[in-house]
């Protein structure tokens, strides 16, 4: 059995579908979801699908144990993270090093790194004026958004695109592919 942590900050529409995709699959399963925030939807999607849950402060984050410990004790095997807002702390990295995957809804280099999250992205590609714009699904390393690219989907602006639509656009590709490319990466 291989084994999934899910990071997830907000709502967790990725992390829900993520979920239901392995429900009942033979080798791999969500064992646990983390969030920094404590009232984030994402808690409730897990607790919908009896998955275990565990919120952490960033000084426990950053200096602590616990969450080591509770990925320890599951025994993950990968670290999804789908809009989790936080850097990754180096012992992290360290622990699970080619074994942390994340989701960025544009396609890097493009519009990635600090403060390149959710509307801030879909902002500026649109500003940019790009004709199109996609998801990367990419491994995570210590810088933001730089980790080896493992796969990219495409889908064109039209003139008439606002970063709202934009952002319907690439929530689509993430919904089509992000589990599915977690599984590819898994067998
Ligand atoms: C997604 O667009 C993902 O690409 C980004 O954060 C968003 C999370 O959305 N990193 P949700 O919480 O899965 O609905």
Not at 66 to 77: G, M, P, R, T, W
């Amino acid at each position: 059995m291989q084994r999934i942590a899910i990071f997830a900050s907000g709502t967790g529409t990725n992390a829900e579908r993520i979920m239901a995709h392995f429900r009942g699959h033979p080798h791999i399963g969500v064992s646990l979801v983390l969030s920094n925030k404590k009232h984030a939807p994402v808690l409730q999607k897990a607790a919908d699908a009896n998955v275990e849950s565990l919120t952490f402060g960033r000084d426990e984050f950053y200096s602590g144990h616990s969450v080591n410990d509770a990925l320890e004790e599951k025994q993950i095997d990968l670290i999804v993270l789908a809009g989790f807002m936080w850097l990754i702390p180096a012992s992290l990295i360290h622990a699970y090093r080619d074994r942390i995957i994340n989701i960025h809804p544009a396609l890097l280099p493009k519009f990635g790194g600090k403060g390149m999250y959710g509307m801030h992205v879909h902002r500026a590609v649109r500003q940019a004026a790009e004709t199109e714009t996609g998801i990367t699904i990419h491994l995570v390393n210590e810088e933001y958004d730089k980790g080896r690219i493992l796969f990219q989907a495409r889908c064109g602006i039209d003139a008439e695109d606002t970063p709202d639509t934009i952002a319907k656009k690439v929530h689509r590709l993430e919904y089509a592919h992000f589990a599915e490319q977690i599984e590819r990466f898994l067998t």
